[in-house]
């Protein structure tokens, strides 16, 4: 992604195929107003619309993430400061703002991915949007199309599973359903 000669040469690899690419369209580090940036947006380089609406989608959950980030920051600013901060107790503060995407499963035709949006400072804050592909077909990848028309009660039963199968200690990160925990998966 980086170089347009190893980028291309990656394209010609016969397992990625030449269906589809993920590049890093968009890739920073910076500071500025004692915010520390660290982006590395991906885009799908595909045909069709699939590919064009992810794309979308990607560029205004990050534009948006960016933009609160910013008013986070000027918010948290100025509440510092009309409770009694002063600028020597202000010096040193940072926020941390981060775009990143990690590539879980890829064939030729089919992709899973996940774009992690993060904040953090003295509060934190983090999104993930995941996008499971198959640029093959044009449609998204959706657990009723893997497991079939019972999928919810699958779906149900691995998670129930999986909690009941960890140490004591581990569930206490559960939420129990009463108390807002999960009770299903849904569409």
Not at 18 to 24: A, G, M, S, V, Y
Not at 79 to 103: C, H, K, L, N, S
Request: charged share 25%; aromatic share 10%.
């Amino acid at each position: 992604n980086l170089s347009p000669t190893i980028a291309h040469a990656a394209a010609e690899v016969p397992v990625l195929g030449r269906l589809f690419q993920i590049l890093t369209l968009t890739d920073y580090e910076k500071t500025e107003d004692s915010v520390n940036y660290s982006v590395a947006v991906p885009q799908l380089d595909a045909h069709g619309e699939l590919a064009e609406t992810v794309n979308a989608a990607i560029q205004s959950k990050v534009e948006q993430h960016m933009e609160q980030a910013r008013q986070d920051w000027a918010d948290y600013e100025e509440a510092f400061f009309a409770t009694g901060g002063t600028e020597a107790d202000w010096a040193g503060r940072e926020m941390d703002v981060t775009v990143d995407y990690e590539v879980k499963f890829q064939t030729d035709t089919q992709v899973s991915f996940v774009v992690c949006l993060t904040e953090g400072w003295v509060t934190a804050r983090e999104e993930r949007y995941y996008y499971n592909l198959d640029l093959a077909n044009e449609q998204t990848i959706t657990l009723q199309a893997l497991l079939g028309e019972d999928w919810i009660a699958l779906s149900n039963r691995a998670i129930q599973t999986q909690i009941d199968e960890q140490t004591p200690e581990m569930r206490t990160l559960f939420f129990a359903p009463g108390d807002g925990g999960c009770t299903t998966v849904d569409e």
